[in-house]
């Protein structure tokens, strides 16, 4: 770890590289991702928006009032406060832990398991637009971009002990991201996005005791609305910190023991994190670090002709990356189950897969579902943990009642990840499980449509219209 001295130079590096960034610095391997990140997050915005939290949510807001600036996913006839847009709008795409995920880079960091880095700038950027009355696709893209980079090169740098110790970074450093997007978007200029980084610093919060709850979800929804209300303060001349990342009192070494800034102060976009070491887009509704045992089991039953009936017992074996954050025993709801390895495995096992349907307490409430986890442990393997945390490995051993016992490896290059990604056609299906019962069929088509072409697209806000489901006669038609 650096000392304090050594901590300087990194809000200014980010300043720079956001107001510096254009469309034209984007390569086209990058534009592409962005694109698949952009569909995605809109896509878990849209299951999200469906969920208990976000009727509590949206009662919140109405009750509040405010300014009618921007709209809600999926609630396009509703407009609220931006700010209130950027908190719903965040709630609503990490509501399911169905965002993706920031891949770690430097020793230390445990892999898939910095950040969730689209949804802060993503829906800072799109209330913004909002506001704004509509953006072009370019400047829209170039945005987020902006904050994506500044978000996931931040999440780099501060010490691992920020996550480690209880932070949960996707609402802490998701901050930043929001507020370069928003400031990107705004036009601020560098004092003005210096300033906004510093009064970021002072909003940028979010706890794990709040994992299993709807306060996880909360911190994403937080982070993005905290970035647009630094953005638009500094933007009225409010000031903040100008080095607020750096030095004794700032964020890297108040919040993370410090960091590692020299490692990627000369880094913002060279390459764009995007890029290398890349992003994972989750297939599962929860942890990344979980996703690998989940195919494991699917991969055992499919292999050996297991049915869920047929198991006595099974044991994942694993090492701290994965046990520690996967807390939960036995899910009963299922915000604990998307920390509950026993109900995923027992997910997959029952239901051959784990999607929007499965995560509900409903399906967590079924009496096979708890039974199952009840036949479903885990175990700290010294072995696996020895092998570091640079991929997320686990060994899954099942025992049937005819005796047999079965042993699986999970594929370090797991599903989603940059070695292993979605395909196109993975990513519209997911796109398509997140809007069932929601929109249309014709409507699914032309959101994937819109999302393929945003560079194109005149008005980013349109897609608003798109996903929107509220007052639908009869969804999935």
Known sequence: MTSHEDLTGLTAAAVSFIADHGYGDIPEAARKLIKRCVLDGLAVALAGSEQEIMRIAERHVRRMGGN???????HAGYRVSIEQAAWCNGIAGHAMDWDDTQLAEGPGRPYGLLTHPTIPPLMAALAVADMQNGAPGEAFMEAFSAGFEVECKI????NPDHYNLGFHTSGTIGTFGAAAAAGKLLRLDEAQLAAAIGLAASMAAGIRANFGTMGKPMHVGRAAENGVRAALLAEAGFTGN???????????AVAGR?????SVR??????LSILSPGVSIKPYPCGVLTHPSMDA????MRDNGIAAGDIERATLFAGSNILNPIRFEVATTELEGKFCMAFLLAAIAIA???GKAEFTDGFVARPDVQALQRRIATAFDPEIEAMGFDRIRSRLEVETRDGRHVVAWADENYRGGPHNPLSDSELEGKFQDCASGLLPYQQTDKVLEFAWGLERRSDVTAVLDLLNWHGNAKHGE
């Open 242 to 252: 100008t080095e607020a990342l750096d030095g004794r009192w700032g964020y890297l």
């Open 352 to 354: 051959g897969k784990a």
């Open 266 to 271: 000369g880094r913002f976009g060279e390459p």
């Open 258 to 262: 410090g960091g590692e800034s020299t």
């Open 297 to 300: 089991m699917a991969a055992l």
């Open 68 to 74: 009618g600036q921007a709209r809600i996913v999926g």
């Open 155 to 158: 999440a780099e740098a501060i």
